[in-house]
């Protein structure tokens, strides 16, 4: 293992089917209104989090919310990740601000995320 320790889950997105009632819902658990509220996403911060809602997210292949660890170097961790028996499922790629995210999965065929904000 390298020194690439991750610096905790920053971001969850869960896929919804009504984005309407999804931000609703999410508003109300949260006790805020969303930072981000657009047709194709709603996004909320909570307790140093950002939590997601990616309509048609099962459409794009979401089975489940999908998880995202922040870590310093997304390369060096998809290395360890992948050696360590992981698929990348998604590489590496500027989502915009300059944040990289990619996605793997375990043995088991769980999707977990890597950002990297630079």
Not at 64 to 84: G, N, Q, R, S
């Amino acid at each position: 293992m390298t020194d690439s320790a991750t610096k905790g889950i920053k971001t969850v997105l869960h896929p919804v089917s009504d984005l309407g009632k999804a931000k609703a819902v999410y508003a109300a658990l949260l006790g805020t209104t969303p930072v981000a509220d657009e047709v194709y996403y709603v996004g909320f911060e909570a307790g140093g989090q950002h939590i997601g809602l990616v309509p048609g997210g099962a459409q794009q292949g979401m089975t489940a919310p999908v998880t995202y660890w922040e870590v310093a170097d997304i390369e060096a961790k998809l290395a360890e990740l992948t050696a360590a028996g992981a698929v990348v499922k998604e590489p590496a790629h500027d989502v915009g601000g300059g944040r990289l995210v990619a996605t793997v999965m375990d043995p088991d065929g769980n999707v977990l995320g890597v950002l990297q904000d630079q």
